[in-house]
């Protein structure tokens, strides 16, 4: 049985992903690259929800993914560009959250009617 993982902090995965990309001679992409392989991931991420939502499945010689793997190769680029720019991501989703907040306060149907 897999034991329970402690709840990893923003700041956490950004030291972790640091840490493996330190390890190489070539360090971060410049920017654009990055650009370019987020724009690839969200593709592959794209094309397996459409295999499981959408109505385009794959083809018999079309290699099955995970959405969680997906989602998983999509957060480590982009956990690497926020660390080649110096971007707290904990900080940057903060400051959404709260522009979210205060932009679409009356634009959902709250539930419970609150």
């Known amino acids: 049985m897999k034991q329970m993982e402690q709840a990893r902090t923003l700041k956490s995965l950004q030291e972790d992903v640091h840490t493996y990309i330190s390890g ?4 971060y992409f410049p920017p654009m690259e990055l650009m370019a392989r987020l724009t690839e991931e969200l593709g592959e991420l794209s094309r397996e929800v459409q295999h499981v939502y959408g109505m385009k499945k794959k083809k018999a010689t079309e290699e099955i993914r995970s959405l969680e793997e997906e989602t998983g190769d999509l957060l480590f680029v982009l956990i690497s560009f ?3 720019q110096g971007i707290d991501l904990e900080n940057a989703l903060s400051a959404v959250l709260q522009k979210f ?14």
């Open 82 to 84: 926020a660390n080649s």
């Open 101 to 114: 907040k205060e932009r679409d306060a009356d634009r959902w149907t709250r539930k419970g009617g609150n």
């Open 24 to 27: 190489f001679e070539e360090g």
